[in-house]
């Protein structure tokens, strides 16, 4: 009998003798787990190449679990069943969203955990093309970084002149190629360097914000033509099953931006509000390990408790973006960020972290992005203690890594003055749950 501790990743493989012309599409594999307490759960599987099925499930009980495999259509080489044995270790868990709570999130052994992160939004593709990101991370764990915000897709370019000159491999994480994509196929290639990269963030105890398609204005998802509610199902499924287990997930982000669907355009619309309560909800029916479901904004207003609130639990956490000034007067400042979240946040029932206020540039070069030229030292300091005093948790952005530079060996001078903002936070989270004034 398969024997693993708590809170730990079991992977059960099947094999199929059938030959799928598209096998990520064509068979549908679950799996149903019985827990010892009778509790089940149902959770995907995911097609790893060479008719072979994995399952990746994360137990929360310890005891005698049983399980089996269902398939649709009947495949009788991957349908089966099994039990394996779980046994008690100390682990911290899943993290938690627990509005309310010092910090507005804990781990499931109790423990309250002020977050500090990065947007590294294409850390799983400078991964892919040989850069450091061990080191990176390492060194942002010796920091005092908790999470990261990482992108599954990769981008190859951002408006107006930021390409990506470090791809030196094909980043493309489906079948066929962006002028003929095959959306029904996924390159195994890139998901097991993710595997390697998610497995690297996680033994260092960093956490990772999940982002499940990247802007809108992006092919596929700025084409719902070709990229199909249908098609949506199969990618975010797949990251799932694939995924899902790994107490290192701390979010699921649907949509980076999500005013961005269906038409790639960036401004607040009501059927991208439709869209976000829709999505959150088939995540968390599809998804056995109960992750937050984060909402990522473009658009400040209007506030989150009225877009939501036809459904205000469907979504846990807004991942907060809002960049203050950034004029050549008053960058320095990143002031107005605390007044915005009150508005945007007022009422609001989940859970909030200021993930996005500007990206601190690198002085000694010309800015690729214009609107990271008044983004210093000074404004990523300010904005996030902005953040910090208004009761939310930060993530900060850097240009030497933000997506079309990749610079993994050094840093910018803020990365070490908000490694700071945590430290306080944290201790000052022990005397109860800060209140803005």
Known sequence: MQSVSRRNVIEISAKSQRAYASPFADVTVDGEFTAPSGMTYRHPAFYDGEGTWKLRFNPGETGIWSYRIVTSPEDAGLSGEGSFEVTDTEARGFLLSEPGSTTGFRYENGDDVYLLGDTTYDLFGMDYCGGDVSGFVNRRAAQGYNLLRIRVPVSRFHPPIGHCEWQVKRCWPWGGSEQSPRLDLFNLDWFRSVDRTVA??????????????????????????????????????????????????????????YEYHTNGDWNWKPAADKWALRIARWIKATAAHGHPVAMHNGPVMPGFAERFKADPYAVDTIMFQCWGTRDKDSGWLAAGIDTQIAESLKDWPGTAILAEWGYERDDAVAPLFPAFEFCDRNHSRRGGWRGAFSGLSITNGFEFTWSPSMILDRDLPGATDLAHVRSFMTALGAHGRPEPA
């Open 200 to 257: 690297s963030i996680g033994a260092v105890g960093i956490g990772i914000e999940m982002i499940m398609e990247a802007w809108g204005f992006e092919f596929p998802f700025n084409h719902r033509a070709w990229f199909t509610a249908e098609h949506e199902a199969l990618w975010l499924r797949y990251l799932i099953a694939r995924y899902d287990a790994y107490p290192q997930v701390y979010f699921w982000t649907p949509l980076n931006e």
